[in-house]
C-alpha cells in the first residue's frame, strides 16, 4: 500500500493516478474540505486527516509500505513551519518506526540555492537533511516549475489575451511536467538503484519568461498582451505590507527568492534521470496540447 499526502494537490493527484493505473493499492491523505472525489472515483482509499496531527499520521499508515510526500503549503501561508517542516518530520519519524520501505519526498529546485529570505524554501532544505539522516530508504526530487502551474494563466489568456509577467522578462527558466514527476517518483519507489539520491529534472529547453506568452499566442493565435509587474513593484508592496505585519512581509520572502531564482537544471542530471528512468521528458508545447487541445 502507497500512502500519498498532497493527494488533491497538481502533484499528488497525477501519483495517485499513476499507482491506480498501474493497480497499485494507495491511500490519499486529504484535508475535509478539499476536493478528493475524483481520487474516490479513481479507486484511492480515502483517508481524512491533518498533516498538523501525528495523531492523524500515525492512523494513516495502517498496512503502508510506501510513502510518497506531495504536500505543500501555499507561497506565503503562515503555517509552513507546521505544514512543510513538523508535519513532514512527523510523518518521516512515524515511517520509522513503521519500518516503511521507502520514502519519496519533493523540494523545489530552488532549496539549493539562497534560502535565507524563505521560510519555505528552509523548512524543504531541513527536512531533505532530516530525511537523509533517517536511515530510511529515500529519494528526494527537485523539479523546477511544474508546467501545470501555467494552466491558469493559459486559460486566462485564452479568453482575453492578457499576460502578466512578474519579475524580469529576460529571466531564464525551465519547466517539469507533473505527469512526468509522478511517473519518475512511482518508479524510484521500487528501484534500488535510485535508494539514498537527489534528482533534478526539467525538460532541457531554457526559455526567458516573455517567451512564454508569446509561446500561448502562437497556440492561441492571438496576439499577447504582456503586463510586466516589475521586481521593483514586489519589493515596493512587500515593505509596505511589513508596515502592518512583519510575519507576512517574512512569508513573502519565499515569493520574492523564487522570482530571482534562475530555475535551471544541468543538462548531466536531465541526461542521467532520462537515461535511468528511460523517459523522454516532455516538453511545454506537449503538455499544453495535451491539457487545453492547442498546438498543431
Not at 497538481?10 to 481520487?39: E, K, M, T
Request: glycine share 8%.
Amino acid at each position: 500500500m502507497y500512502l500519498v499526502t498532497g493527494a488533491t494537490g497538481q502533484l499528488g493527484r497525477r501519483v495517485v493516478r499513476r499507482l491506480i493505473a498501474l493497480n497499485q493499492p494507495v491511500r490519499a491523505f486529504v484535508r475535509l474540505r478539499s476536493d478528493y472525489d475524483l481520487l474516490k472515483q479513481w479507486g484511492a482509499d480515502i483517508f481524512i486527516g491533518d498533516i498538523e496531527d501525528v495523531r492523524d499520521i500515525e492512523k494513516s499508515y495502517a498496512g503502508v509500505n510506501y510513502v510518497i510526500s506531495c504536500h505543500a503549503s501555499k507561497i506565503g501561508s503562515s503555517r509552513i513551519q507546521k505544514i512543510d517542516y513538523r508535519g513532514t518530520v512527523d510523518l518521516i519519524d512515524q515511517a520509522k518506526r513503521n519500518g516503511i520501505h521507502h520514502f519519496s519526498l519533493v523540494s523545489p529546485l530552488a532549496v539549493g540555492g539562497d534560502r535565507q529570505d524563505s521560510p519555505l524554501l528552509k523548512a524543504k532544505y531541513e527536512v531533505e537533511s532530516y530525511l537523509q539522516g533517517s536511515g530510511l530508504p529515500y529519494t528526494i526530487f527537485r523539479p523546477t516549475t511544474l508546467m501545470s502551474s501555467l494552466l491558469p494563466l493559459a486559460e486566462r489568456f485564452q479568453q482575453t489575451g492578457v499576460y502578466f509577467l512578474i519579475g524580469n522578462p529576460e529571466h531564464r527558466l525551465q519547466l517539469t511536467s507533473p505527469d512526468d514527476l509522478a511517473r519518475i517518483m512511482v518508479a524510484a519507489s521500487q528501484m534500488n538503484i535510485t535508494h539514498d539520491q537527489i534528482f533534478s529534472l526539467a525538460h532541457p529547453t531554457v526559455m526567458t519568461r516573455q517567451e512564454i506568452p508569446k509561446q500561448l499566442g502562437y497556440f492561441f493565435n492571438r496576439q499577447p498582451f504582456v503586463v510586466n509587474i516589475p521586481m521593483a513593484a514586489i519589493d515596493g508592496a512587500r515593505h509596505l505590507i511589513g508596515l502592518i505585519s512583519s510575519d507576512l512581509q517574512t512569508e513573502m520572502g519565499t515569493l520574492r527568492t523564487l522570482l530571482a531564482y534562475e530555475s535551471l537544471c544541468p543538462d548531466p542530471e536531465i541526461e542521467r534521470v532520462e537515461k535511468l528512468f528511460n523517459i523522454q521528458l516532455e516538453s511545454l508545447e506537449i503538455f499544453l496540447n495535451r491539457y487545453l487541445g492547442i498546438g498543431d
